[in-house]
């Protein structure tokens, strides 16, 4: 390595943080280099006189009144914490289920809506309108049975309510 | 880890919360001594204290038993000290007349005496990056080796020694100039 290159390498040298590799290499170099090793041995001198002054100037101390202070604070809301913690598991996974079930219902409802309104609307379109019905329509079995899937994206798990007419509850099936 | 701090942490975990000031109390001096250079302010380094050892009640369980408690508590304050700062200096950069405002300049005529070179020295500190700052104190002064050191901050070996080197290059620049005894070994 030349000279200006081990410069750059000084900083971390001065404090042997240099890599194994790199430091044989600035080693090798300093050994046989009088005014490199000068700058080695200056700015190790610089780094001790600047973290002795640093640890002396930074090194806040506590006092006891600040430190049971301060843990009586910390063991105050840690008690809080585990407080809340421990009305147990279930008391945790609450707000999960009540989301998870406000979830559903609301799903429940909107898909009952859609297909009440729907069923209303397809009756009722020829009656309100006047609008002839075919032969065939009329005689066409009145549906009796509605199915509804409902399909998991994540687990690809179909789960199947079936109702009657009356929007009756038939049975299910995944 | 010793067997003492990992029976106290067993029992903080069954719910002994009295048993989580002896385990951190030993730590309690590096750790102030280390978040108040980082914020370089007492009170707010108390603040920072108070904040770290509650996060690090709350992920006790977390914890693993082969690393050095000690490190592992220096991460959590690093990490609340660097919330904090970044938090400050959103609010300074709202206020046009205190952002950008430098730590004051190393008097010239400043004699050589310990107090004034201390004073240097954190001003200096002062005017180091945040980053840079934090790998200063883990290195330099509390003894922390460059993996160790990553491992707090969360960051590679590579960062590391890139910000060490310029940390240690800034401090030396401004304190060479006033104080140039400190490089003759007086």
């Not at chain 1, 008690?79 to 219902?105: C, F, Q």
């Not at chain 2, 690393?67 to 609010?91: G, H, P, T, V």
């Amino acid at each position: 390595m030349k000279c200006r290159k081990i410069r750059k390498l000084v900083p971390l040298a001065a404090g042997n943080d240099l890599r194994p590799r790199q430091a044989r290499a600035f080693r090798v170099h300093v050994e046989a280099c009088p005014d490199c090793r000068a700058e080695l041995e200056a700015f190790r001198r610089g780094l001790a006189g600047i973290r002795a002054a640093a640890r002396q100037e930074g090194a806040a101390e506590w006092t006891e009144a600040e430190w049971t202070a301060l843990m009586a604070r910390v063991g105050a809301k840690a008690k809080e914490e585990s407080g809340d913690r421990s009305r147990g598991p279930v008391a945790a996974l609450r707000p999960h289920w009540a989301g998870a079930a406000a979830v559903g219902v609301l799903l429940g409802l909107v898909v009952m809506g859609a297909l009440i309104k729907g069923s209303s609307l397809w009756r009722g379109a020829g009656h309100r309108k006047g609008l002839p019905t075919t032969a065939e329509e009329q005689a066409r079995p009145e549906q009796d049975k509605i199915s509804v899937t409902m399909v998991s994206p994540e687990s690809g798990l179909q789960v199947v309510w079936i109702l009657d007419k009356n929007f009756e509850w038939k049975g299910d099936r995944e | 880890m010793n067997e003492t701090e990992k029976e106290l942490i067993a029992l903080v975990l069954s719910g002994r919360t009295d048993a989580f000031e002896p385990l951190v109390t030993p730590h309690r001096g590096p750790l102030l001594a280390l978040v108040s250079r980082l914020t370089q302010n007492r009170e707010e380094a108390l603040d920072v204290v108070q904040e770290a050892l509650l996060r690090a009640y709350r992920s006790l369980a977390s914890f693993d038993p082969s690393r050095s408690l000690r490190n592992w508590l220096f991460q959590i304050a690093a990490n609340e000290a660097r919330d904090r700062y970044r938090k400050r200096a959103r609010e300074q950069a709202a206020l046009p007349d205190v952002a950008g405002r430098a730590p004051a300049a190393a008097n010239p005529e400043a004699g050589h005496d310990r107090s004034e070179l201390r004073a240097g020295v954190m001003r200096a500190m002062a005017a180091l990056s945040p980053r840079e700052r934090e790998v200063f104190a883990l290195r330099d002064l509390e003894d922390l080796d460059v993996r160790e050191t990553s491992r707090v901050l969360g960051c590679s070996s590579l960062a590391v020694r890139a910000h060490l080197s310029k940390a240690r290059k800034k401090l030396r620049e401004a304190i060479r100039k006033d104080f140039p005894h400190l490089e003759e070994g007086q």
